[in-house]
């Protein structure tokens, strides 16, 4: 059940006398409706109806049932009406309480924070169901209003100051919502002295002392994202001395397994185009190869050290007026041995997309046995899993190959580099932080494995297994060498504690903040700490914005609250009190391109200060700087000519978000020494600058590369990590967009965005399409491009060769796409 037992329109809710028609209903609104003090909750009324007289139901929790004075027939007709026609005067009594609650509480409503609460806050703030799940926009006053619902708590005297804790993701945060706490309770008058702020993890270090007598240790190994893979790569060289095969595991994964493959027939997205636009892999030895399962025989072979070419032009004339030259996929020249790798699946079918590739086959097939050549073939079903690797070795040994693997043969320039063992470690610390909050072991994983959907690289997951296996292993027995635990270990055992009555919790209201971050760990232990009956869970979050991923939030936490905590009022904080609504507006449509979004409604009453969003392109990179600087020179030289009005500090703020640490301007320092008397600025990764606000956000790097820092980043969770996180956003880019969601929604005032020509980012060209904004030179002239439709990152300019001007993608060599010349087409009308 989900509704807004709060909503509606307050004139016709205090215009409804009559009593409701349903017995059942009349003893409700009679018992409650006139002189409710306390919200009635969902429990009070739904899993436990009562018998009365005459059919009357009445929820009271601590009451027993009574025996039945009716028929059972009369019994279960009431127990159906009430089951299925309760909600309406459950909402009308509600509404009725709210409504008196706004006015007797008005004093403290409008004093608790520097300025009153708005309706929808203090609707949230009043609002006692069990289980509250609050929607925020951002910058609306989502730390106000846990203030403002403790303070009322307590000015009710729902309960005491003891009883209340807020709780926060990280110390920072928590320490904010105390300083908040106290000066609030000091603005009122009261004591709240009492009322708890605290983060999740200091709070299950708390409840497993408690349940055993003795706080674990958590190892800063354990808790930094660094010091963590630092720590799994000592693991791994550990394993690599005691296990060869260990080794080669790990060196094979890295090398030639690096990248997963998409199901059978779908299209692929390339590292390099040809001319005509068709997408091509790089491999490890520099190649670029037509599909993906040859770039991992390509880079299998060039881990072994064997001697090929790839597609070669075949030993005999095959062209002819209708076919060009034959050229078979593999060739081992110092054997004589071709070799054909073949879409097949294990039934000899090729995708129903490839016509007449069978055919093809058995053409080659022939070919071959007419010209006395030696043939070897592999299929997609042997790639798939991992087979052909047996396979290859027996034809290639067999004939005299000598297969020699190193994982530290020199790279090419310009070719794919292999997975690097830090990056490896990464995933593996995220893939066991995600395992261990949703409480997987090894036989639970492989179960996943098993039911994950066909035409996944299962083979790839399960050598992934094989490799983490044992890494969770020394990882655990590590933390017991010290008598410690992660924080996923200690989340999960400290709900477990609190489950199972190991430790009493003493709060009667618990308040999560920034619920989006939520993992299924703290979901778990939030949900233990309020299971017994009368308590109150209240969660605040913003699914727009973007979730600490590397730390396991999950995002279904949120959007399926109801399904973790049984039942949920859903309510919306819409206004917000930064952005000015022009942004707002622009900011909802981005975010909200994504379907899962939990729709809301944003709007404000900030006035707009200029344009509220700006695009300006360079030609080269090196030019971001320079025109940066010259955007502060101006904003500062129409600050001080009065044309743009001080912020609240007597200065104008201007934040610079970077995807990355490394997009922070070099000059920055030296900026601020030019232009700081008036303007007050600052880097922040987009990441770190959520909670935060400034007049104007700068972004340096809308940029996307086909190598290197993007924005969006174009990497994305290895397929690998579905074997431990439940099924969540897949939309594409959904991260990266709520991410830039947080960077849009920092401004006050307006976001000024910086590009490269040929390198503009795919989410600025969105904005663009949308006619949001328009992409200028610094001069304020319009800037068109025709974005290159291989890479779909370049854009089509024109160059000079021998034989005069012609067109191409500015992302040559990679991509060597041309588009037909006019000339063609006039040849062709001829």
């Known amino acids: 059940m989900q509704g807004r037992a709060s909503g509606g329109d307050p004139k016709r809710f205090r215009s409804a006398r009559r009593p409701p028609a349903c017995p059942a209903h009349r003893s409700l609104y009679r018992s409650f409706g006139a002189s409710l003090?306390?919200?009635?909750?969902?429990?009070?009324?739904?899993?436990?109806?009562?018998?009365?007289?005459?059919?009357?139901?009445i929820a009271e929790p601590d009451q027993k049932y009574s025996a039945r004075r009716q028929s059972p027939g009369a019994y279960d007709k009431a127990l159906s009406l009430w089951e299925h026609r309760w909600q309406p005067d459950w909402v009308q009594i509600n509404e009725k309480h709210t409504l008196r609650e706004l006015n007797v509480c008005k004093a403290l409503l409008d004093s608790v924070e520097s300025r009153p609460l708005t309706e929808e806050q203090a609707r949230a703030v009043i609002c006692f169901d069990n289980r509250v799940q609050v929607v925020a926009s951002a910058g609306s006053g989502k730390t106000s209003i846990m203030v403002a619902k403790a303070a009322y708590a307590i000015h009710r005297k729902f309960m005491a100051p003891h009883n209340i804790v807020l709780m926060a993701f990280n110390k920072k945060a928590a320490e904010e919502l105390k300083d908040r706490t106290i000066r609030s309770f000091k603005r009122l008058g009261m004591d709240g002295s009492g009322v708890e702020a605290t983060t999740f993890h200091a709070l299950g270090l708390s409840i497993i002392g408690t349940a055993t007598g003795k706080k674990p240790d958590v190892p800063a190994w354990a808790t930094d994202t660094s010091a963590s893979c630092e720590k799994i790569l000592m693991i791994v060289d550990h394993l690599k001395d005691q296990s060869n095969e260990f080794r080669t595991r790990w060196d094979m994964f890295r090398m030639v397994f690096g990248r997963d493959l998409s199901p059978p027939g779908q299209p692929i997205e390339g590292d390099a185009w040809d001319k005509d636009g068709t997408p091509l892999i790089k491999t490890l030895d520099g190649k670029r190869v037509r599909s993906q399962e040859e770039a991992i025989i390509c880079n299998w072979l060039f881990y072994n050290g064997v001697h090929y070419e790839y597609e070669c032009l075949y030993e005999r004339d095959t062209a002819n007026v209708m076919h060009r030259q034959y050229k078979p996929d593999f060739y081992y020249p110092d054997i004589q041995l071709y070799h054909e790798h073949f879409a097949l699946d294990a039934q000899g079918k090729a995708p129903p997309q490839f016509k007449d590739y069978v055919e093809g086959v058995k053409w080659k097939r022939q070919l071959h046995h007419k010209m006395g050549t030696v043939l070897i073939e592999t299929t997609s079903h042997q790639v798939r899993n991992g087979g052909v690797f047996d396979h290859l070795a027996r034809e290639l040994t067999s004939r005299g190959v000598k297969l020699d693997p190193n994982p530290s043969r020199p790279i090419p320039q310009g070719a794919l580099w292999p997975m690097k063992d830090m990056e490896l470690a990464s995933l593996i610390r995220s893939f066991i932080s995600h395992a261990k909050s949703n409480c997987l072991n090894s036989e639970q994983l492989r179960h996943r494995l098993d039911n994950m959907p066909a035409g996944s690289f299962k083979y790839r997951h399960r050598m992934f297994l094989d490799l983490i296996g044992p890494i969770i292993a020394c990882w655990n027995s590590a933390l017991a060498e010290e008598g410690g635990i992660d924080f996923e270990d200690m989340l999960n055992m400290a709900a477990e504690h609190v489950e199972q009555g190991r430790c009493q919790i003493a709060y009667d209201l618990v308040m999560a903040d920034e619920f989006q971050d939520a993992s299924r760990a703290r979901a778990r232990l939030c949900r233990a700490m309020v299971q017994n009956p009368g308590r109150h869970f209240f969660a605040v979050g913003d699914d727009w914005q973007s979730i600490n991923r590397f730390a396991g939030a999950d995002i279904s936490v949120m959007t399926n609250f109801v399904s973790w905590f049984d039942h949920g009022q859903l309510l919306k904080l819409e206004q917000t009190f930064r952005c000015p609504q022009a942004l707002c507006d622009v900011s909802s449509q981005f975010v909200t391109r994504n379907p899962t979004q939990i729709h809301k409604k944003v709007h404000s009453k900030t006035p707009a200060v200029g344009p509220v969003l700006q695009a300006f392109e360079v030609c080269k990179e090196q030019e971001l700087e320079q025109a940066i600087k010259d955007f502060l020179a101006s904003l500062y030289k129409r600050v001080c000519d009065g044309h743009i009005p001080l912020g609240r500090q007597g200065t104008v703020s201007v934040f610079m978000l970077g995807r990355y640490n490394a997009d922070k301007p070099e000059p920055l320092k030296?900026?601020?020494?030019?232009?700081?008397?008036?303007?007050?600025?600052?880097?922040?990764?987009?990441?770190?600058?959520?909670?935060?606000?400034?007049?104007?956000?700068?972004?340096?790097?809308?940029?996307?590369?086909l190598r290197g820092r993007s924005f969006p980043s174009m990497q994305t969770d290895d397929p690998v990590m579905q074997m431990a996180m439940p099924s969540g956003d897949t939309f594409p880019q959904g991260e990266e967009r709520r991410l830039f969601y947080v960077a849009l929604t920092r401004a006050r005032r307006s976001v000024i965005m910086f590009t490269v020509k040929g390198e503009r980012s795919i989410f600025l060209d969105e904005l663009v399409n949308d006619k949001v904004v328009t992409v200028t030179n610094l001069h304020g002239e319009k800037i068109e491009e025709q974005r290159c439709p291989a890479c779909k990152r370049g854009v089509i300019v024109t160059r000079t060769g021998p034989y005069g001007e012609f067109q191409s993608c500015s992302n040559y060599p990679a991509c060597q796409y041309k588009p037909p010349s006019k000339n063609y087409f006039k040849n062709r009308k001829l």
């Open 670 to 705: 030296r900026w601020k020494s030019l232009y700081g008397s008036k303007i007050e600025m600052s880097f922040l990764t987009m990441h770190s600058s959520k909670g935060s606000e400034a007049d104007y956000v700068i972004i340096p790097s809308m940029i996307s590369r």
């Open 37 to 57: 003090r306390y919200y009635l909750r969902h429990s009070q009324v739904v899993p436990r109806p009562y018998l009365l007289n005459r059919s009357c139901f």
